[in-house]
């Protein structure tokens, strides 16, 4: 524009005129001027041994042996080990300029929470959590430890310990529960109980659920991808494993087993549980069973 002559006058209009009515300054103009004439910005330092291309050629070499998926920063160690120095992020900036990034995992999306977060029940004996959780022992190696929790006592109602956590050793800490709290086992006992679980190929097998049917009790499953629907067996768990599997050692499952039942008769008789303005799980259900008969 500055180049441009004036129609009326027949003279160039210049740097000065232009700068002006554009409302720049005349070293703006100049600077614009120079960068486009200016030699393309070399890198800072010393050059570098390879080229980005030579560069390239080497990570292809790298990533092309017997491992699948490795990322920039293995292309990187593994080029160093060859003596081939140079910094992660110009690997990392090459190698996804040539599409050689491994694909990320991809982006998992939650919808909304189907848990509504009330999983607690009024009366005792209407819903129980299970699970189970695992703990070393010195002579027998890992052991599972199922276990069953009162949804509204907080009272733990059984408890199991067993080297294999099958199908069969998950429905022991229920039978427990039963024969405990109905008096007997047999055919419809526990009717109008629930039993909450999690999706775990134990609680879903025919077995366990066959023998909630044939006990009259029904089967809750949590919701997926909402482990606070099994909420409250969890929190037992937490506990569990802070107040005496995580404390103590044990050598056998048998020695596991009896320090198991042990423990559970101190939690049910002394913990105290914050919800229930800080009374043992016991005294909860006394007072419910209570209140239940004098009404």
Not at 2 to 12: D, E, F, K, L, Q
Not at 152 to 160: D, K, L, Q, Y
Request: glycine share 10%.
């Amino acid at each position: 524009m500055s180049r441009a002559t004036s129609p009326s006058s027949g003279r160039i209009y210049g740097v000065a005129m232009v700068a002006q009515e554009w409302g720049v300054a005349r070293s703006t103009f100049y600077a614009a001027q120079e960068r486009k004439t200016a030699p393309p910005a070399q890198r800072r330092g010393p050059r570098p041994r390879y080229s980005d291309d030579e560069l390239v050629e080497h990570i292809r070499r790298v990533l092309g042996g017997r491992f699948l998926g490795e990322g920039y920063r293995k292309a990187w160690a593994r080029l160093r080990s060859e003596g081939i120095r140079t910094s992660q992020r110009r690997v990392l900036r090459l190698m996804r300029e040539a599409g050689l990034l491994a694909p990320p995992r991809p982006r998992r999306i939650l919808g909304p929470r189907n848990h509504d977060g009330i999983i607690i029940t009024d009366r005792p004996d209407e819903m129980w959590g299970t699970d189970l959780t695992s703990v070393l022992t010195l002579d027998e190696g890992q052991a599972a430890v199922f276990i069953a929790v009162d949804h509204c006592t907080s009272e733990c109602v059984g408890i199991h310990a067993a080297k294999e956590a099958n199908r069969f050793q998950a429905l022991e800490p229920l039978r427990q529960g039963v024969r405990g709290r109905f008096g007997s086992y047999g055919a419809g006992v526990a009717s109008g109980l629930s039993i909450r679980h999690d999706h775990g190929s134990q609680y879903v097998s025919d077995a366990f659920q066959g023998e909630l049917r044939f006990l009259g009790a029904e089967s809750s499953p949590a919701f997926v991808r909402a482990p606070e629907g099994n909420g409250c067996a969890e929190r037992f768990i937490r506990t569990l494993k802070e107040q005496l599997l995580w404390v103590k050692t044990f050598r056998t499952i048998e020695e596991l087993r009896l320090a198991l039942h042990e423990w559970i008769g101190v939690y049910n008789r002394e913990w105290l549980v914050a919800r229930h303005g800080y009374r043992t799980p016991s005294q909860v259900r006394h007072d419910l069973t209570t209140a239940t008969r004098a009404a």
